[in-house]
């Protein structure tokens, strides 16, 4: 590839890469491509023929009981689930917009070609299955008689509605699993484990979590928290199950918050205007692009505190908040009030107002049925709420969001590219779905090593003990996505003001140990394949996709079909382990019943007998006793007469 389409994909304009940043990464990548190889190989492009539709099953299909099989399960349509009235208008053309988001103009998720023909070229029998709810058991019947090895399930978490429908789809994959031999890729308990955002809540103690993070179960917790959290600094309110922001929300208190907001966007034009003036490292272009934003955060944040302990202001119902969603970067204001109880309750809670123009529904705590425990936390079951998912994560907003996410993708437990996503559009603060201008990275980024070492080394074993998941139980395909954050914290232990001073102006050249990383979100349920991202829309498919893009994207797929066959080689013979372990206790079971009746058929056929050497029937030697002495006389009779 030459250095123009390297710099084509080098599009990033933020204070974390300068142009001359972009210039080291491409020397620096190509001196050290040959000795930072992935344990993994790689087809060159050449090897990869392209194919916009689903490619010819395997050679051997048609006899497939030597190959693996998997169903790639998808959610492609909107049903109408509500006993076979056609919904309203408004709320059809809501839920299309939500649940198109991902889908190409043949109704099928817009990767989902691409992945089934990268488990073919591996070798898998793979078919794309259509789940519909009211079809469920016919769904069930035909997985288990069409006896899959796997179920592959590419469906985005609460995309299936209502509620109750997405949990019976969730619990019928949790019971093929632990009933059947199927293995499900995106189970139950890796969304549990890892892919529920109160995993951000379990590692926030750790080196890449945030300290401030906090979870909320019901109605009377959340408006507690979230009253003291908005009084020093805007929040961001999570849902446990969505997908490409949809109910993520950036709220601030209208009129307080307004100077922190403003300098949020104006570090953001600064970045994008002074990009070119950068000359540091990449941690040093981040440092030195907010430092002194990060200064005026802090000023604020003694405000606001001093606001607090003055108790000049409280927070009421009729406080207004400003709130942002992330799906679409839209903006809506609501009271205090309002906004607790389109969260607990939802969009149709008579406390909500009526107003909320979100595709979201609201009531992520699930409480619109729940009025008589809202009054008594003691009363709510936060065990069964986790389980259930109906929760909200509450963490304070990090300011520079705004220059972008860093997304490490794997799979399994190989990093396979590292991606910058940069918000863009007005009041551009998510990065997610299109609202981004990508940036793609090899595994190997020197501009990244720091964080890729630190988190491959350290974290990613202290993540799956805090989230109780078994190292080599990772998911098939998931992310792991860093906020950047200035870490002053250490320097401002260290040094005084003077020394301080001195220190910036000596080290504004080398910011690299002001930048820390903040995990702020797993994706392991249904991770979209970036490079096919041109497939998705009401008139796109697979063939609007660039060659260029294609050919990356296969890579990853061809990864994704090559770790998916080991994963059905390790349940295979995990299967046949088990099988052996079953001949083997009923075998031991069967001969200790065996032997039992054995001894029982001897005991009952020598009458009384007791059982070791001195259990004799005493009946039986008396008898013996009686015979002999009869004997015994009638032989000393017979001498008698023979003497006479």
Not at 158 to 168: D, V
């Amino acid at each position: 590839m030459n250095d123009a389409k390297i710099s084509s994909r080098r599009e990033s304009a933020t204070s974390l890469f300068s142009e001359e940043d972009e210039d080291e990464h491409r020397h620096e990548s190509s001196k050290c491509s040959q000795n930072l190889e992935l344990k993994y190989h790689v087809k060159s492009q050449n090897h990869f023929l392209r194919s916009n539709v689903i490619r010819e099953q395997p050679s051997s299909s048609k006899d497939i009981r030597g190959m693996y099989k998997i169903a790639v399960v998808g959610y492609g349509h909107v049903y109408d689930e509500d006993s076979g009235e056609s919904s309203s208008n408004n709320n059809k053309r809501e839920k299309d917009v939500n649940i198109s988001m991902d889908k190409d103009k043949h109704g099928y998720r817009y990767d989902s070609v691409a992945l089934t023909n990268g488990l073919i070229e591996n070798g898998i029998y793979a078919v794309r299955v259509d789940y519909k709810p009211r079809e469920h058991d016919e769904f069930k019947q035909y997985v288990i008689e069409e006896k899959f090895d796997a179920i592959l399930v590419r469906i985005n978490p609460g995309q299936i509605t209502p509620h109750s429908n997405q949990e019976r789809f969730d619990d019928l994959m949790e019971e093929l699993e632990n009933k059947t031999d199927i293995l499900i890729f995106g189970n139950k308990a890796s969304l549990r484990n890892m892919g529920s955002k109160i995993a951000l809540v379990k590692i926030r103690k750790l080196a890449c979590g945030l300290r401030d993070t906090r979870a909320y179960y019901t109605k009377k917790e959340m408006e507690r928290g979230l009253k003291k959290g908005l009084k020093v600094w805007p929040r961001v309110l999570k849902q446990n199950r969505g997908s490409t922001g949809c109910g993520i929300w950036l709220v601030w208190l209208k009129g307080k918050h307004d100077r922190i907001m403003n300098m949020n966007n104006k570090i953001e034009n600064s970045d994008n205007t002074n990009d070119n003036n950068n000359t540091s490292s990449s941690n040093s272009s981040s440092g030195s692009g907010s430092g002194s934003g990060s200064r005026k955060e802090e000023e604020e944040r003694k405000k606001n505190d001093d606001d607090e302990s003055g108790e000049e202001f409280e927070i009421g119902d009729d406080t207004i908040v400003v709130c942002q969603e992330m799906n679409d970067n839209h903006i809506e204001e609501h009271t205090f009030k309002e906004l607790v109880a389109f969260c607990a309750c939802g969009k149709n809670h008579p406390d909500a107002g009526g107003n909320w123009t979100s595709v979201s529904d609201g009531n992520y705590l699930q409480q619109q049925n729940d009025d008589e425990n809202q009054d008594d936390d003691d009363k709510v079951d936060k065990q069964s709420q986790l389980l259930k998912g109906a929760f909200v994560v509450d963490q304070c907003l990090l300011p520079r969001i705004s220059e972008g996410e860093i997304r490490m993708v794997f799979v399994k437990d190989e990093l396979f590219e590292i991606i910058h996503k940069k918000p863009v559009g007005e009041n551009g603060r998510s990065a997610v779905a299109w609202n981004n201008k990508t940036t793609f990275y090899k595994p190997e980024e020197p501009l990244f090593r720091d964080l890729t070492e630190k988190f491959l080394k350290n974290d990613i074993q202290r993540i799956a003990r805090k989230l109780n998941l078994a190292y080599n139980a990772l998911p098939l395909l998931w992310t792991a996505d860093f906020i950047p954050m200035d870490d002053d914290e250490e320097e401002e232990e260290e040094h005084d003001e003077r020394e301080k001073e001195e220190h910036e102006k000596k080290d504004v050249n080398n910011r690299k140990t002001k930048t820390r990383y903040i995990l702020g979100e797993f994706n392991c349920s249904c991770v979209g394949l970036t490079k096919f991202r041109a497939a998705c829309g009401p008139d796109k498919d697979m063939s609007d996709v660039s060659d260029q893009d294609y050919f990356d994207g296969a890579k990853l797929c061809d990864l994704i079909g090559k770790r998916c066959k080991l994963r059905l080689d390790e349940h295979k013979e995990g299967l046949k382990r088990k099988a052996m372990v079953n001949r083997i206790a009923w075998g031991t079971m069967l001969g200790f019943v065996g032997f039992v009746a054995l001894l029982s058929s001897k005991s009952s056929s020598s009458g009384q007998k007791v059982g070791g050497i001195k259990g004799v029937d005493k009946n039986s030697n008396k008898n013996d006793r009686l015979r002999r002495r009869k004997s015994n006389k009638s032989v000393n009779e017979r001498s008698q007469e023979g003497r006479r």
